[in-house]
């Protein structure tokens, strides 16, 4: 079913980028699941990098937004084997890299968030944070984390 809903977004799970440090990306507890925060890495490159607005639009970092969460949907799919069992997104955390004057961070994240509900409905409605950081690894745009519950 979510398979099928990704297809006709035109969304395509690939394998799920590495880890770029000493973590692992997914972590089951009973019936939750944790997925470290994922960047916007497409072919094994950041796609989006720099400070939003000032090197980054907002547009454009608002697409790094969905291809984050893209690579936490690969992670998850990865892990699980199939995203059907996910009965609840629960929590997304959105940082954006962004200058000192930039406070449109939920506009950013929104993006991600939007998409979540897209794919699962009523259970991609989550809580959230968006804040704005000096900086992300390897100079991305944006980074989220996400916490699903599965059946």
Known sequence: MIEQKLKSLGIILSTPPKPAGSYIPV????NLVFVSGQIPVKDGQVEYKGQ??????IEDAQKAAKLCIINVLSQ???????LDNISKIVR???FV???PEFYEHPKIINAASDLLVEI???????????????????NSAVEIDLVAEIS
Do not use: D, W
Request: proline content about 5%; aromatic content about 2%; glycine content about 14%.
């Open 52 to 57: 939003v607005p000032t090197t980054t639009s």
């Open 76 to 82: 998850l799919n990865s892990e699980l084997g199939t």
């Open 120 to 138: 699962f409905g009523e259970k991609g409605k989550h809580t959230r944070i968006a804040v704005g950081v000096a900086s992300l690894p390897l």
């Open 27 to 30: 972590v089951r507890t009973g």
């Open 97 to 99: 890299n962004s200058s």
């Open 92 to 94: 997304v955390s959105g």
